[in-house]
């Protein structure tokens, strides 16, 4: 059975940086493409950035192009967030996935669930 855990969230302050890790455990051994997702109260969960297995391919979210960075650990499944110039509005709920279906192009999860998902840690940014 395959773990997802996040960690790494808390309350800061608009303009700083905090950066988010995932932990994909548990699976065959096989690398997966993996993401970040987030949810404010009261509105759907929202496409943040994600990482293709190899990390040679990365898409983000318009909100937060050329603020986030997503990166990860090409031999396992570990990734990070690096979240850079927080705003109010990227106080969130977020969430670490994975997707063992690797044929996907990037693009797939824009409207597309991945597999397994974690259960989310938040991110607070007052202002």
């Known amino acids: 059975q395959v773990q997802v855990v996040e960690s790494g969230g808390g309350l800061v302050q608009a303009g700083d940086s905090l950066r988010l890790s995932c932990t994909a455990s548990?699976?065959?051994?096989?690398?997966?493409?993996m993401g970040w997702f987030r949810q404010a109260t009261g509105k759907p969960r929202e496409f943040v950035a994600s990482?293709?297995?190899?990390?040679?391919?990365?898409l983000y979210g318009d909100s937060v192009k050329g603020r986030f960075v997503i990166s990860r650990n090409n031999a396992d499944n570990t990734m990070w967030l690096q979240m850079n110039g927080l705003k109010s509005e990227d106080t969130a709920v977020y969430y670490c996935?994975?997707?063992?279906?690797?044929?996907?192009?990037?693009?797939?999860?824009?409207?597309?669930?991945?597999?397994?998902w974690g259960k989310g840690t938040p991110v607070t940014v007052s202002t």
């Open positions: 990482i293709f297995k190899d990390g040679e391919e990365t």
């Open positions: 548990g699976g065959t051994g096989s690398t997966y493409t």
């Open positions: 996935a994975a997707d063992p279906r690797t044929y996907y192009p990037l693009t797939f999860y824009l409207k597309n669930d991945m597999f397994y």
